[in-house]
């Protein structure tokens, strides 16, 4: 039993062994075979992108120019106001007062006025009798132009004072949106060396912009006019369109970044859209509309390595773009086993297709790459077989990356 059981393992090591080399040694049966693609007419475009944030057209701050108390304030978030409504009044107690002491002033300066006319008048009378000196009518002369100037200067303080005391009532510089206010009832402005800001008010809010921040390279791209989509994250999966209005020469330098700010129009009908929100915006550079189309890669192909390769073959008159030195694009198409080129014109071009100006026709069929799902080529200048017992090398089982879904230039 013991021999039995030797001979059964000698045998069945015997067998691997020869499976092993029946495998190792048999030349490898791969078949390739090429993704075609359709000339198809679609639309293409270029564009960049960029964030930025949601603005009213025209914000305007409203503050006072004079000190006191905010004694009444008739506005809160979000009221909607007209041109000249009162939105805030200021304690005018002081204000009152200085005026009525001014006008007093000027009830003086002007008594004092009609009283130096009145002897400058009748000194002059004397004088031009020559019952006078002309020191004493000089002398009349200099106090009625004293009076003259007191008065004037009366007049102007009480304006002065009339129009702080306007100030105390603050209204509001257009129609609008209020859309924050700083203050509460019963505080205290100081207008000494600034102007404080009571409110912020914006005129129309169902038409909005998005001032945007461009990197600088992308930025000679963008010119007004261009159409451009963006999102905000308060409605997720909308879409909001709108256009550029304005590219600004101004450029802002943060942490070695320069960008340019690009104004974009965005209607807000539906009043979605919000001051300070930020928007992922898409700016369309160039478009075409109905054009003929391929994938870039088509255009990449190149079946210089395949010609003899099972039967695959480049016709004659084709030969001379295999070469790989730079020369016209073309287009490959495949009759059977037989590689032909066609001659292109290339439009414009993103990372998903490339406009083609002439060569193919809609509905024509050429090649794309070889199929990533056929078994891999054998090497050129070889067969050599692989055991299926033997450690595969690294990396042979990463597949190749697709295309890329950034913005193009």
């Known amino acids: ?37 359709k000339v198809v007419r679609g639309d293409i475009s270029t564009y960049v992108t960029a964030t930025g944030t949601i603005e009213p057209v025209v914000k305007v701050e409203v503050g006072t120019q004079v000190s006191g108390i905010v004694k009444k304030l008739y506005v809160d978030y979000n009221s909607k106001v007209k041109k000249g409504q009162v939105i805030a009044e200021l304690d005018k107690t002081n204000l009152e ?32 009798k020559g019952l006078i000196a002309d020191n004493e009518f000089e002398q009349a002369q200099d106090t009625y132009q004293a009076a003259v100037s007191s008065l004037s200067v009366a007049r102007q303080n009480l304006q002065k004072a009339q129009t702080n005391l306007s100030y105390a009532t603050i209204t509001s510089p257009m129609d609008g949106v209020v859309l924050s206010k700083s203050v509460e009832e019963g505080q205290t402005v100081a207008a000494s060396f600034s102007t404080p800001t009571l409110f912020y008010i914006a005129n129309n809010l169902t038409q909005m912009r998005v001032i945007a921040s461009v990197d600088e390279a992308d930025i000679g791209y963008v010119a007004d006019g261009q159409r451009v989509e963006f999102t905000v994250d308060a409605y997720v999966g909308e879409t909001f369109n ?36 930020t928007a992922n915006i898409t700016i369309y550079t160039k478009e075409s509309h109905g054009v003929l189309t391929v994938p870039p890669k088509a255009l990449k192909f190149n079946p210089a390595q395949y010609d003899g390769v099972q039967g695959y073959s ?65 090497q050129m200048g070889g067969n050599e077989g692989n055991s299926p017992f033997m450690p595969k090398g690294p990396g042979s089982n990463r597949r190749q990356g697709g295309n890329s879904q950034r913005p193009s230039k």
């Open 1 to 37: 039993m013991k021999k039995k059981y030797i001979w059964i393992t000698v045998i069945a090591i015997l067998c691997l062994i020869g499976l092993w080399q029946y495998l190792g040694n048999r030349k490898e049966k791969t078949m390739i075979a090429f993704k075609t693609t």
């Open 97 to 128: 007062s200085e005026y009525q002491s001014q006008k007093s002033n000027l009830a003086k300066a002007q008594s004092d006025y009609n009283y130096q006319l009145s002897n400058f008048n009748r000194m002059k009378t004397l004088h031009e």
């Open 242 to 277: 709108g256009t550029v209005t304005q590219v600004r020469q101004n450029a802002t330098t943060t942490n070695n970044v320069v960008t340019y700010e690009v104004v974009v129009d965005a209607p807000n009908p539906d009043l979605k859209l919000k001051p300070g929100l």
């Open 314 to 378: 480049v016709d004659e008159a084709s030969k001379k773009y295999t070469m790989g030195s730079k020369g016209p694009k073309v287009l490959w198409k495949l009759n059977g086993k037989r590689f032909s080129a066609v001659e292109v014109t290339v439009g414009m071009t993103s990372k998903v297709s490339t406009e083609i100006v002439s060569g193919v026709n809609e509905g024509d069929v050429v090649v794309l790459e070889m199929n990533a799902n056929a078994e891999q080529m054998p």
